[in-house]
């Protein structure tokens, strides 16, 4: 099940960095489940899809550019799974030098009838 798992949820997350790459927040955000939420750091929480795509495109407006993910441990089985992985952030706000920014995320993952998809997302920064 975690094999079948996590070549779906590699895909959602190649489709999550294709919309930054793009500044297209309706692919970013495609892979999130309709009630998902999404933990900012330093940040309320973001309830709902619609929300969701309004919160990346405003990461992306802000300067995000690009989101590399990469799954370091998938674990669960039936209707949930939990990944654990890092990630790097470019940003390139105007007038301003670009930089990365490291993170480390959970995501908890709910198969549903349209497959794999984000329910609940947090991360931070990272060294």
């Known amino acids: 099940m975690i ?14 960095s294709e919309g930054f790459m793009k500044g297209d927040a309706a692919i970013t955000a495609a892979g999130f489940a309709e009630d998902a939420v999404v933990l900012p750091p330093g940040a309320e929480m973001v309830r709902g899809k619609r929300a969701i795509e309004a919160f990346w495109r405003t990461a992306m ?11 370091i441990e998938l674990v669960g089985s ?15 706000r105007e007038g301003g030098e670009p930089a990365e920014q490291k993170i480390k995320y959970v995501v908890v993952w709910k198969r549903t009838a349209d497959g794999w998809k984000n329910m609940w997302d947090i991360w931070n920064g990272s060294p």
């Open 61 to 71: 407006q802000s300067g995000v550019k690009e989101a590399a993910l990469t799954t």
């Open 78 to 92: 039936g209707e949930y799974v939990c990944e654990m992985g890092t990630g790097v952030l470019k940003v390139s």
């Open 3 to 16: 094999n079948e798992a996590g070549k779906a949820i590699d895909e959602v997350n190649r489709r999550f």
